[in-house]
């Protein structure tokens, strides 16, 4: 009976959430939004049907590669938030089908295939970013192997959160029942620092001139990390297979990793149950002890201080910018300082060791990363009205003038953004300056640092008004809140991140023209330091431009309907 | 003082609110009542400036909210039924912030007066998660009143709150308006509007049904002598 219910609930809320985004295209600005997307998709397409063009991007490379990655994703998942995403319900699923007679394995179930519906899309996306003609694999073992890697990595973060909710929420019932899978963690954890080692210690021995790629694979090649990264190379290989043949032989083994991740997930839930009920008796017994005086803990979250005091004086706008910072940087978690410091540590320990190969590598990867923050992080870091539409109510109801109010916004992300933008790119900087390159005297680095320096934040707040014009354009196809997440949907986030990119292209036309000009006319007086003047101007047309653009978004904010309009 | 002439609002085809006019001077408390759909809500947020009116003109302690916003919006307090609050930033931290965007030097001392007033000094550290739904909306009740408004619009107040909050409350509500600001009060609750209101404004459909004093009211139509508010209200809109 309720498999009826929930696959009711499941198609109509698809058949209306469709219905409803059809229905928009009626108005112009969804039309023009929907004909740049599928031209972009064709364009993506087409582009990527050629043959590959780097060896890196097939076969082992590609194997090892992505398996590092999955790696990553799934430590990380490990080391983040119990109450994740990918257990969440909606209010209304909780209102509804909790109190309901449905058993919660069946709940789990209508979870996971709600999910199959982003995920098939993701996997078609990444057919077309991917490559739908490349290679040798047809498009439908390219699709299948897709959709099993996202698959199970979609079940292992669930098992990932429902044990750390079970072991968290339940406390030492919690942990006795997942008594072996936390053995299994622990081991791994050993055998990953291990293996990190035996390939710190292998890139440190390479010679100083081979590219950083052969210096990573040589890394990954270690012993140890081959044992690590096995699984995840059993789930990669697939699509990295060169031929039909070889695909059928490797996939099996990701079917059975897939198969193994479902059968955990649902054992999971069993076991989360028992601890649940355990926790109940347990809770029943606090009750009682509540009753004779015995003393609760809140289990608050402890209070931390923001950033800078706010004085009452001063221009109201910048409260927006104060409230917004302080609350990412209270949304953001220990596990993200912690991260942020390990590299910090980790990149002074190789730069100050003379170690050539491994500060080329390092402070190559850092400075690689620090640049596809301007792609992805903006779909991280969305402490602007991305966030705070959900609030145009009270937005609204400010004495704030609409223009000031999304600057401030955008302003709020591109502080994040640029502060971590740098950090990266300062590091990877000073990793840098230990490896010998004559091309790259000081004074350039110096000069090169100094224009980084001035024209990131002007560049990231542009940057942040194109994604807020996009939430205030397009509203009903940019989600409100906090970043999701999930190798589930990443195919619209790289999506997303690259149809930004042209627009932040487009936009740095004029200040980049600007910027050849000034370089042209100061570098005979100036030298190299006429990077300075020139990353001046370029900052100050961009800030021109995003001026404009906020006077513009804030006609469309002005027009814009509150939530729940019609209601009353 | 709140000036409202002509004010309609349209949303695509949906007719919300058709050619209202009132005014509500300060010290008084005007209840807005209607049934569902009457365009209640409408009205408060187009008074409030979160919604453009599509027609009409409103004024607040006599600035322009089309042509001068800023100073309107400066000078009023919108309390809506559901409290918005942020997360992420505690009760304290959640008067700072109206205290900036208010340019309210003394809100210190301000918050501090509040949060006794409605119980919260001990939640000061707080964050809203962690409040009950009735801390969480005498919160918004103490950010909507840490300026000291002259123009005071609350919709659903009552929502959520306990016997003693609600007394707690309607003392609230009554002491702004004895202090000299125009308060408009949006609810359902009838006794609650017979009890605190100085008028009432009818609506149904988006228009004006009736306005005044219930006294006025029922002297224009001597067939609701001696009824209460709810029967004049029911046999008004019609409904039963």
């Known amino acids: 009976m309720s498999r009826g219910a929930l696959g009711y609930l499941l198609w109509h809320s698809l058949r209306n959430r469709t219905a409803r985004q059809v229905r928009q295209l009626r108005q112009p600005r969804y039309v023009v939004a929907l004909l740049v997307g599928i031209g972009y998709l064709l364009m993506l397409a087409h582009g990527n049907a050629q043959p590959d063009r780097h060896p890196f991007l097939r076969g082992p490379f590609l194997e090892l590669g992505l398996a590092a990655s999955l790696l990553f994703l799934v430590g990380w998942t ?20 909790f109190p309901a007679p449905i058993s919660r394995r069946a709940l789990v179930r209508y979870k996971l295939v709600r999910a199959q519906v982003v995920i098939v899309a993701t996997t078609l996306l990444w057919v077309v970013i991917l490559g739908a003609g490349r290679g040798e694999l047809p498009v439908v073992l390219r699709a299948l192997s897709l959709w099993c890697l996202f698959t199970t990595i979609h079940l292992h973060r669930m098992g990932a959160a429902m ?62 990390a081959l044992v690590v990264l096995w699984p995840f190379r059993l789930l990669a290989h697939p699509l990295a297979s060169n031929s039909s043949g070889e695909w059928l032989r490797s996939f099996p083994w990701a079917g059975a990793l897939l198969a193994a991740h479902y059968v955990w997930v649902i054992r999971s839930d069993a076991a989360y149950e028992e601890a649940a009920v355990e926790a109940s008796f347990e809770r029943a017994r606090m009750l009682a002890a509540r009753r004779t005086g015995a003393r609760i803990s809140s289990g608050g979250r402890p209070y931390s201080p923001a950033l800078w005091s706010l004085a009452p004086a001063g221009d109201p706008a910048r409260a927006i910018l104060w409230k917004n910072v302080a609350m990412l940087l209270r949304r953001s978690r220990l596990r993200t300082w912690a991260m942020i410091s390990l590299i910090l540590a980790l990149t002074l320990v190789i730069a100050s060791a003379g170690l050539p190969a491994a500060a080329k590598t390092v402070g190559t990867l850092l400075l690689v990363w620090g640049g596809f923050f301007f792609a992805l992080g903006p779909q991280w870091i969305r402490n602007d009205l991305r966030t705070d539409l959900a609030h145009l109510e009270l937005l609204r ?37 230990y490896v010998p ?14 224009a980084t320096v001035v024209v990131i934040p002007a560049l990231n707040f542009v940057g942040m008004l194109l994604q807020n014009g996009a939430a205030l354009l397009l509203p009903g196809w940019v989600r ?56 001046c101007g370029a900052a100050a047309l961009l800030l021109a431009e995003g001026w404009l653009l906020s006077l513009w978004l804030a006609t469309v904010y002005d027009d814009m309907d509150v939530p729940g309009g019609v209601e009353g | 003082m709140i000036e409202v002439e002509g004010l309609t609002k349209l949303y695509g085809d949906r007719l919300a609110v058709r050619d209202l006019s009132f005014t509500v001077q300060p010290g008084e408390v005007l209840g807005l009542v209607g049934p569902n759909g009457a365009g209640k809500t409408t009205t408060l947020r187009s008074v409030a400036g979160i919604i453009v009116p599509s027609a009409g003109r409103i004024r607040v302690a006599g600035h322009d909210l089309r042509t001068d916003p800023i100073a309107a919006k400066s000078r009023l307090a919108f309390i809506p039924d559901e409290p918005h609050l942020f997360d992420y930033l505690t009760v304290g931290e959640h008067l700072d912030f109206v205290a900036r965007l208010y340019n309210v030097l003394d809100g210190r001392e301000r918050r501090h007066a509040l949060l006794s007033e409605l119980e919260l000094l001990d939640r000061i550290d707080s964050f809203p998660p962690e409040l009950s739904r009735g801390m969480k909306q005498k919160l918004a009740i103490a950010c909507g009143l840490l300026h000291g408004p002259s123009a005071l619009m609350f919709d659903e107040p009552l929502t959520g709150l306990d016997p003693i909050g609600i007394r707690r409350m309607k003392a609230t509500i009554l002491r702004r308006a004895q202090e000299g600001a125009a308060v408009i009060l949006s609810s359902h609750l009838l006794h609650l509007v017979e009890e605190l209101c ?11 049904v009736a306005t005044g004093a219930l006294g006025d009211i029922i002297a224009e139509r001597p067939e609701l002598a001696g009824r209460s508010l709810e029967e004049v209200f029911i046999a008004l809109v019609g409904e039963t």
């Not at chain 1, 003038?401 to 590091?427: G, K, N, P």
């Open chain 2, 198 to 208: 100085t008028r009432v404004l009818i609506l149904r459909h988006g228009e004006r």
């Open chain 1, 480 to 535: 409100i809140g906090p970043a999701h997440g999930g190798v589930e949907t990443l195919g619209q986030s790289v999506l997303t991140a690259l149809a930004y990119i042209i627009a932040l292209l487009l936009a740095c036309i004029l200040p980049a023209i600007a910027a050849a000009g000034l370089v042209t006319l100061l570098s005979p007086a100036l030298s190299t330091w006429a990077a300075i003047p020139a990353a």
């Open chain 1, 437 to 450: 390159a004559p091309e790259f005297s000081g004074t350039l680095r110096l000069a090169l640092a100094g």
């Open chain 1, 397 to 433: 109801s400010y004495p704030l003038a609409s223009d000031a109010v999304i600057r401030m916004e955008a302003a709020s992300s591109a502080f994040i953004l640029s502060l971590s933008q740098l950090t990266l790119l300062l590091l990877g900087g000073l990793a840098l300056m």
């Open chain 1, 163 to 224: 044990a750390r909710s079970s072991a968290v929420e339940h406390g030492r019932f919690g942990v006795r029942r997942h008594s072996l899978l936390i053995i299994v963690l622990i081991v791994t954890a050993i055998l990953l620092a291990a293996a990190l080692v035996q390939a710190g210690t292998r890139l440190m021995s390479l010679p100083p001139g081979a590219s950083v790629l052969l210096n990573i694979e040589a890394a990954l090649r270690a012993p140890l």
């Open chain 1, 78 to 97: 490990w080391i983040s938030s119990g109450k994740q995403h990918v257990l969440a319900y909606s209010t209304a699923e909780v209102m509804f089908l």
